[in-house]
């Protein structure tokens, strides 16, 4: 069964705070690729990033973080600094190989305060 | 230039009615989806078309029906609507996968409301 979890419903802070979103996922497959998806108050769904199972390096864009850890099977995202318009749903997704769908958790719900 | 188009934006109609959502991408990818977005946010594959051939089939009430008439297009169309299916609805397309870079993109989407 291919299943992703984000735990946090929603999650609130003040501008310049650091914040970290978390996504667990299950998968039995060996190859698999994780994704994270931002869909701001306008609605649309804006690709963050793209993790493949056999690289586990860590990547930073900017203010954005990604950890990977399969021994934990996690794939965690954190902002740093914090801005106004980091505010928006953040989901995690997963692809297995040789299947044609994307699994998306149930998404995290950020709110940054000015 | 966009990337995954569909249209209309929003779509208001009365149940029993029905009604089609087009999609367009132009990234040459062979994969496309149809999602299906509730109002807790829940993100659902309802169908994937790869090289214009129906792979999955999420078990969809028999009133969705998806077309393909080229790897650049997949429509919806949904007969006698019901209040269940106020939705928005996400047309998406991807790489094969397999092939390195598969991160899917998706449109603007397709706000429906059934009165």
């Known amino acids: 069964a291919q299943k992703v979890t984000q735990a946090q419903t929603e999650i609130s802070v003040v501008e310049k705070e650091d914040v970290t979103l978390d996504c667990v996922y299950e998968?039995?497959?060996?190859?698999?690729?994780l994704f994270w998806y931002k869909q701001p108050p306008s609605g649309e769904l804006v690709f963050l990033i793209r993790?493949?199972?056999?690289?586990?390096q860590n990547e930073i864009s900017g203010r954005y973080s990604w950890n990977f850890q399969k021994s934990t099977s996690s794939f965690n995202f954190t902002i740093t600094a914090s801005q106004v318009v980091d505010s928006a749903v953040y989901f995690c997704a997963l692809l297995s190989s040789g299947t044609y769908k994307y699994i998306f958790g149930t998404g995290t719900r950020l709110k940054v305060l000015a | 230039d966009t990337a995954v188009s569909q249209t209309p934006k929003y779509l208001v109609t009365q149940m029993g009615n029905d009604k089609s959502i087009k999609c367009e991408q132009n990234l040459g990818h062979d994969t496309m989806y149809w999602y299906k977005q509730d109002s807790k946010k829940f993100l659902k594959i309802m169908f994937s078309y790869n090289n214009k051939e129906l792979i999955i089939n999420e078990t969809v009430p028999n009133r969705f029906s998806p077309k393909s008439p080229d790897k650049a297009h997949l429509n919806l169309h949904i007969n006698s609507l019901e209040l269940g299916d106020s939705a928005v609805y996400f047309c998406a397309s991807s790489q094969e996968v397999g092939v390195r870079n598969t991160e899917a993109f998706f449109g603007q989407g397709t706000r429906l409301t059934v009165v």
């Open positions: 993790r493949n199972s056999f690289d586990e």
């Open positions: 998968t039995r497959d060996t190859t698999y690729y």
